[in-house]
């Protein structure tokens, strides 16, 4: 059949390939479960959608047919314990394939589906459930999220509908049951593209986490992001590693994947074991891949070269940015190049290094064809080329800007904020070179002022990490009356290293031979570990926040 997406938007290459130019075309009543998954459904039912499979080696294959129905099916279950458009439901599922029926069927409803992490405490639960006024809860029976949601409801009187999948517990509905139960035919629900879809909560690196909305418009933005980023192809086999509960989810294994043509790949396990990573990847025969820097590192550590990646085609990063060292030993030992990418939880993909571009290791790229993406200083204008600029986006001056949130939940104020002067704010900083790429320096919050140079920590950082000894770093501002701040390394170290006076000599000598020698950290601290969000990300702001008070 032929190809969804290019029903949805307007492209244009250059000689080489590479997406020069990009638009949308929305329908007014847009909606992905029906337009996208329905159709294929119809039109190409044994097209294979889904393949999940988990630690204890169990698997299972889904085609288009079985997720329409299923989610069918799902939907009208979840309407006869009265979840109705608008109605905001959230999903701590993990990896479990119930996660994509079960969205889908929210998408049905006209719902907006709350994907959340397994990971919560009573405390995070009641604040989401409370904040966003959520109706219904659909969990894991894994571990001890089941307990916090039966404790966390006693203080969210919204919070009415308690389902639990696979395993029977007291105090939660079955969603197995009532699925199997229910019709596979559902008849349309009436929704509009501009209606919400979608609300993420942030990973709150600098306090509360946000809940941003996407409306239904929000899938066909990530055609770039599988299609021009990706490289995924008609017929591949997809693997993002992203607990669902994180919107990176919606980047890798769901939306764009769909709707060009390529199958999703699931793994679903709780610790992540490199090994068995590489194991999955190699018996599935994995074409197209995404993952943080951190998981890169860790597969190159446990002996990537040991295992066949030669169905692998591409291979894409994003989260953090990319250390120069793991982009080479990665080329080294498989062959594939790793394309970054840059956007948030607020869009989608901004900045990335497209397919049939030619990269530049350790830069996030140019912006995409879909955004006006430029690079300005606290006034406003425009930075030149080398000097470091916050990202924004200005607005598309005809028709609507699609892929970029609607509001963030019972927060105007701060909504106004991140677009003030008619821009959109991505609080990220960064540089352009002479070519038009974009280097990465780090959050406003994060730059750090000595003697009025102006110092990004990521430099530092990745400088670092190339030496044997550092598993992980953070780079921070310390107060210091002379200079202002001065640069700190908190680094934790690897097996075979411990802390010592001479090992952080070794460490400040080997950052100010790699970097301009003001940027070397004139402060070292060596912890067992980095405080970070729940997403893993590194809370700077905490050991900033530390810092001050000692």
């Not at 698997?59 to 458009?85: C, D, H, P, V």
């Not at 571009?357 to 955004?371: A, D, I, N, V």
Request: with cysteine.
């Amino acid at each position: 059949m032929k190809l969804i997406y290019k029903e949805y938007c307007h492209e244009e290459f250059d000689a080489n390939g590479t997406l020069t130019s990009f638009s949308i075309r929305c329908p007014d009543t847009f909606n992905f479960a029906y337009d996208v998954v329905d159709r294929i459904a119809r039109e190409d039912p044994e097209r294979l959608a889904l393949v999940w499979c988990n630690v204890a080696g169990e698997e299972r294959r889904f085609n288009f047919r079985e997720i329409s129905a299923l989610s069918n099916q799902t939907a009208n279950y979840l309407k006869s314990l009265g979840i109705r458009k608008g109605d905001r439901v959230m999903l701590m599922l993990k990896r479990h394939h119930e996660y994509w029926t079960t969205i889908l069927a929210l998408h049905k409803l006209g719902a907006v589906a709350v994907p959340a992490t397994h990971m919560l405490t009573v405390k995070d639960i009641v604040y989401r459930v409370q904040s966003a006024s959520i109706k219904a809860v659909v969990c894991t029976p894994d571990g001890d999220l089941a307990d916090y949601v039966l404790e966390a409801q006693k203080q969210c009187p919204t919070l009415t509908v308690t389902c639990i999948v696979r395993r029977p517990k007291q105090g939660f509905l079955l969603l197995d049951e009532g699925v199997a139960a229910s019709p596979d035919r559902f008849d349309r629900v009436p929704t509009l593209s501009t209606d919400p879809l979608l609300m993420y909560f942030t990973s709150g690196t600098t306090g509360y986490p946000k809940a941003v909305i996407h409306d239904h418009s929000y899938p066909l933005a990530h055609i770039i992001t599988a299609r021009h980023w990706q490289n995924v192809k008609e017929g591949g086999l997809h693997l993002t590693v992203a607990d669902t509960g994180w919107g990176k989810a919606s980047w890798g294994k769901l939306y764009g994947q769909w709707l060009a043509g390529t199958a999703v790949m699931v793994y679903d396990f709780d610790k992540f074991v490199a090994a068995d990573l590489m194991a999955v990847i190699q018996k599935y025969q994995v074409t197209t891949f995404c993952a943080p820097p951190t998981i890169y590192r860790f597969l190159i550590k446990e002996g990537i070269e040991g295992y066949d990646f030669s169905s692998l085609t591409y291979a894409t990063n994003a989260g953090e940015a990319l250390n120069y060292e793991i982009y080479r030993q990665f080329v080294e030992k498989t062959g594939v190049q790793l394309m970054e990418g840059f956007g948030q939880t607020e869009t989608t993909l901004l900045v990335a290094n497209l397919a049939g571009s030619r990269s530049k290791p350790g830069s996030m790229g140019k912006p995409s064809p879909l955004y006006d993406v430029h690079l300005m200083d606290r006034d406003g204008n425009e930075v030149a080329t080398g000097e470091v600029g916050e990202i924004v986006v200005r607005p598309c001056r005809e028709g609507r800007q699609f892929g970029i949130f609607t509001a963030y939940n019972n927060d105007e104020e701060l909504y106004k904020k991140v677009w003030k002067g008619g821009v959109y704010h991505t609080g990220d900083t960064a540089y352009r070179d002479e070519d038009g790429y974009f280097w990465y320096v780090g959050r406003v919050d994060d730059i750090i002022k000595s003697s009025g140079y102006r110092i990004g920590p990521f430099e530092i950082e990745s400088v670092l990490m190339e030496h044997p000894a550092v598993m992980e770093c953070a780079i921070t501002g310390v107060p210091d009356p002379e200079r202002g701040q001065i640069v700190k390394a908190t680094i934790v170290l690897t097996r075979q290293y411990a802390p010592s006076p001479e090992l952080a000599r070794e460490l400040q000598e080997y950052v100010k031979k790699a970097t301009a020698p003001y940027k070397y950290p004139r402060v070292v601290e060596f912890v067992k570990e980095l405080p970070k969000t729940i997403s893993g990300k590194i809370r700077r702001v905490e050991i900033r926040e530390k810092d001050s008070v000692s």
